[in-house]
């Protein structure tokens, strides 16, 4: 075979590029505990040291971790000066309060890197690693990741473009959110729709304990609940809406649950499918958000459908065909792509 040297160049740039990747995700989630993102905003254009003094750290510290932040393009130095800042658009992903706080989602690979040894020995018994395994961080990752698409997104345009669901929210409907984890899209759900009832589902303990605090603090404990309970088994049988947010790929039995869901729903209702964008051939995933999504459902969403049988593991890059397939061999008929993301696709069925 010809040795071509700018094919293994373009490999290696590409090795580097991820090498600093992945500590750049050890730096992220240090920048995101310290404050060290809103401590440099806070005081910007600014010296390590005024930035260490803002967030109560060692200054050589600061020096180094805003030098790394630098050469990734996540913070903005001036040689002339030698000061760091942010621009508008660092600011806004990486320290706004209300901005979109990016470097919260690198809780998720470091949490999960945490037990890279129990998920080696899993791939090598062919066995499961379930959700609830993981280290807490990953937890508050992904809330803190998908949040900001749901509220970008759920309000303002999924829920519009279901058919007929929006006047049956705001005129009060029963809803369920099967796999809430947090609670994320189901407290904007309650918060946007007063007149309905959320349930939120988990078969996860320690998240629902956490989405029902979120519940109180928000004080929305009245019309909103969280039950543990898995998507297999949720109580109710008169839903008018039944919610999974990036979950269905993730379950052992995603047939068992959509027909769970199924029956779960009163005649004219709906279920609405969130699942991570992906297109039908594996080829056609094969770019930049194709691979985040298969890398973290290796290690994430197939290791938790393998826990129990039947070990459907759909993984992250499903598709709509893929999907359209469970969702009518679970008994529904009407099933169409009713908006989609970069990240997102949205599905709605209807029995
Ligand atoms: C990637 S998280 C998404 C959480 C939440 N829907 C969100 O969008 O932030 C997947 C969730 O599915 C839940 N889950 C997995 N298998 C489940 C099952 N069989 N029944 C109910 N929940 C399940 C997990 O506990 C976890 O909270």
């Known amino acids: 075979m010809a040795f071509d040297e700018e094919k293994l160049d373009e490999l290696l740039s590409s090795f580097v590029t991820d090498l600093g990747g992945s500590f750049h995700a050890i730096n992220a989630v240090i920048g995101d505990r310290l404050g060290l993102y809103r401590s440099l905003l806070a005081v910007m254009p600014a010296t390590p040291a005024e930035v260490a003094a803002e967030a109560g750290v060692g200054e050589r510290y600061a020096r180094e971790w805003l030098s790394g932040q630098a050469a990734g393009g996540y913070v903005t130095y001036d040689p002339g000066t030698e000061r760091f800042f942010l621009t508008e658009e660092q600011a806004f992903a990486l320290a706004a309060p209300e901005g979109m706080q990016i470097a919260a989602a690198f809780h998720m690979p470091i949490a ?72 994320a899209s189901t407290l904007l759900l309650a918060e946007s729709y007063p007149m309905s009832k959320i349930t939120g589902f988990d078969y996860h303990d320690r998240s629902i304990d956490l ?36 979950a269905l790929h993730d379950m052992p039995d995603p047939l068992g649950a959509a027909r769970h869901i199924r029956q779960s729903l009163k005649p004219d209702g709906t279920f609405l ?28 969403c197939v290791a938790h459908s393998m826990t129990e049988e039947p070990r459907t593991a759909l993984g992250a890059q499903a598709g709509q065909a893929r999907l359209a397939e469970l969702l009518r061999d679970a008994g529904f008929t009407r099933i169409r792509r009713a908006a989609e993301t970069p990240f997102n696709l949205i599905l709605e069925a209807r029995p």
């Open 112 to 183: 999960v890197g945490k037990n890279v040894d129990r998920i080696i020995d899993a791939f090598r018994t062919n066995t499961g690693f379930g959700w609830h395994e993981h280290d807490p961080g990953l937890f508050e990752g992904t809330e803190r990741f998908f949040r900001q698409g749901y509220v970008a997104n759920l309000v303002s345009s999924w829920i519009p473009a279901l058919d007929g669901v929006e006047a049956k929210l705001a005129a009060g409907a029963r809803v369920a959110d099967v796999g809430c984890g947090h609670g």
């Open 211 to 246: 989405a029902r605090k979120r519940a109180a603090d928000a004080g929305l404990a009245s019309r909103l609940s969280f039950e543990l309970a898995a998507a297999a088994d949720f109580p109710g049988t008169d839903y008018d809406l039944v919610t999974v947010f990036d």
């Open 273 to 300: 499918l969130v699942e991570p964008y992906a297109r039908d051939n594996v080829e056609d995933n094969l770019n930049p958000v194709g691979r985040h999504y298969y890398t973290a459902s290796t290690v994430i």
